[in-house]
């Protein structure tokens, strides 16, 4: 089955905040698998061919960074990936400090500073006072934040690709 994320990023915000901690990390999960499904389909010819792989998520990265995805994304993505396993396998589990300084310190420094940029020109144009971080948000504040990046990242990773290729 071919998969087409057209979740906004408002969509995506609402549906994270509208959960508890193990609903917000599965539904965060399968946003941005989906995304990345969508990534690959725009790709080949055939995606169905792709599908029928039935490839486990960090092999879709490995796949997407073999067509373009910047090696850079690679490590966040797998990183969303080992916090949803230890969240499907568990029914106490809770986001915290540690499963958010892990994926926050995934990304490299320059996303780190992109996504940082992003809320304070959100917290600007909402004209909210917040703290000046995101690493002194509510642990699933942060999560809300970096999952919408990289789900914007891969939109965008879409974008360049489909460019690229002249699709």
């Known amino acids: 089955m071919t998969f087409t994320d057209t979740t906004t990023e408002d969509e995506l915000i609402n549906a994270l905040n509208s959960?508890?901690?193990l609903g917000a990390v599965i539904r965060a999960h399968i946003h941005i698998e989906s995304a990345l499904n969508n990534l690959i389909d725009s790709y080949f010819e055939s995606p169905k061919h792709?599908?029928?792989?039935?490839l486990e998520?960090?092999?879709?990265v490995k796949l997407a960074q073999a067509i373009g995805l910047k090696n850079q994304y690679a490590k966040p993505l797998n990183t969303l990936g080992t916090i949803?396993?230890?969240?499907?396998?568990?029914?106490?589990?809770?986001?915290?400090?540690?499963?958010?300084?892990s994926l926050y310190k995934s990304f490299d420094g320059d996303d780190k500073q992109m996504i940082q940029g992003a809320y304070l020109r959100t917290n600007k144009s909402l004209k909210t006072k917040g703290p000046?971080?995101?690493?002194k948000l509510k642990p699933k504040e942060q999560f809300t934040l970096i999952v919408t990046a990289m789900h914007q990242i891969l939109i965008q990773a879409k974008k360049e690709l489909e460019t690229s290729v002249g699709a």
């Open 19 to 21: 959960e508890d901690d």
């Open 84 to 101: 949803r396993n230890n969240f499907a396998h568990r029914l106490d589990t809770t986001l915290g400090s540690n499963e958010i300084d």
């Open 50 to 54: 792709i599908d029928r792989m039935r």
């Open 57 to 60: 998520f960090h092999e879709k």
């Open 132 to 135: 000046k971080s995101i690493t």
